[in-house]
């Protein structure tokens, strides 16, 4: 069982000059760890109502300007992500192989072969088809009524 373990997940190799990881180290790592979970909770509590809000605004600008909003809130969110590099201190020791992040692995990959099965439905004209111009058609209809009162 061990030399199949040994097999699968081999001892990371221990460089000269790299310094190990004490007890202390680790204590460090796992409080910083910690915090930065702490942060990183704190930013998705707030970050959820400000990128609805933030959405929903952008719904009604100016055909050029849609989303610009939402994605400016994006842009932060990933500016304080990066800050943040919450798994940054990982790179103390070699990542075992299954941590290892393969070419095209992501949640995004899966979005977006979601979206392109949305797609073809769409073109096809199916029920997305429908729903999209209805939905179309009531924001078009809302941002009108932005427009006239605004003219007065």
Known sequence: MTADRNRRFPAAPVMENEP???RWVLLRDVAVFHG???????KDILLSPVSLGAALISLFNKEHETGRQFYEVLH???RLEDWLNKYGDADRIPAPGFAVKQEGESIDAMIARL?????????????????KDAIDRALDAVHE???KRTEW
């Open 145 to 147: 009524k932005l427009r």
């Open 20 to 22: 190990a990881v004490t």
């Open 115 to 131: 979206e392109e099965l949305v797609k073809r439905q769409y073109e096809r004209g199916g029920v997305t088809a429908n729903a």
């Open 36 to 42: 930065k979970l702490v942060l990183d909770g704190l």
């Open 76 to 78: 932060a969110a990933r």
